[in-house]
């Protein structure tokens, strides 16, 4: 069964360091998506990108955060300058096969972000 | 987005069924209601969803209120690898870069007791 899937799988960076978190989507699938889950929270709307571009994102998805799908496959996800509170599992998803509406979204695995 | 309003927790016996509610009085015409679960340590996982009509899938049933405003997942024997977090969340049809994105609320943690 097609998965997404998500590297790495935990990763520990020191404060204000650059983090990219990989993911790479079901591959006919058209809407793509980031997620984050800090420790004992519920999961939080990041951005979701169709068409090469974002289509809509939430106020934690400020300027330090952006997104690229850079060579048709991978979809990832690029903190400029990490923060304490960045810590948490960032789930990446896709949906949306061509004719299909309202379909379900699949979710990888997730990626840990530690900060220190 | 359409709120969603679910008991916090609830608990089941391994192989009894479980009716998970959902409140969604505000939800509109075009909104889908999709039900996700997220196992322990891992991503949500989708479970089913509809829109007027009630749904069957392997995981689970849909009931769906005649007035739209209330949903019920019907899990028809829990196992114990049905404990996780249930998520009811209304969705908005998908056209071009529209997606309707998923909104999580807190959901309601399912605990099986063997």
């Known amino acids: 069964e097609p998965e997404v899937t998500q590297t790495p799988s935990h990763q520990v960076t020191q404060m204000g360091q650059e983090v990219i978190l990989r993911c790479v989507p079901i591959s006919n699938h058209l809407y793509f998506y980031w997620y984050r889950q800090i420790l004992g929270q519920k999961v939080e709307f990041l951005v979701s990108?169709?068409?090469?571009?974002?289509?809509?994102k939430s106020e934690i998805f400020d300027d330090q955060f952006s997104v690229e799908r850079p060579d048709g496959s991978n979809f990832t996800l690029k903190i400029r300058s990490t923060k304490l509170e960045d810590s948490a599992m960032y789930f990446c998803a896709s949906g949306g096969d061509r004719g299909r509406v309202s379909g379900e979204l699949f979710f990888g695995e997730g990626s840990r972000l530690t900060v220190l | 987005d359409a709120k969603t309003t679910q008991p916090n927790s609830m608990e089941s016996n391994e192989e009894e069924p479980v009716h998970l509610p959902c409140n969604h009085s505000?939800?509109?015409?075009?909104?889908?209601i999709h039900w996700y679960r997220q196992l322990p340590s891992q991503g949500p996982e989708y479970v089913i969803h509809?829109?007027?009509s009630n749904v069957n899938n392997r995981m689970a049933s849909l009931a769906i209120a005649e007035d739209r405003k209330s949903s019920t997942l019907i899990l028809h024997r829990a196992t114990l690898r049905d404990a996780a977090v249930y998520y009811c969340i209304l969705r908005g049809r998908i056209y071009g870069g529209s997606q309707g994105n998923l909104i999580f609320g807190k959901g309601t943690k399912l605990s099986v007791k063997p």
């Open positions: 509809g829109l007027t």
């Open positions: 990108f169709y068409n090469n571009e974002i289509s809509e």
């Open positions: 505000t939800i509109s015409g075009t909104d889908y």
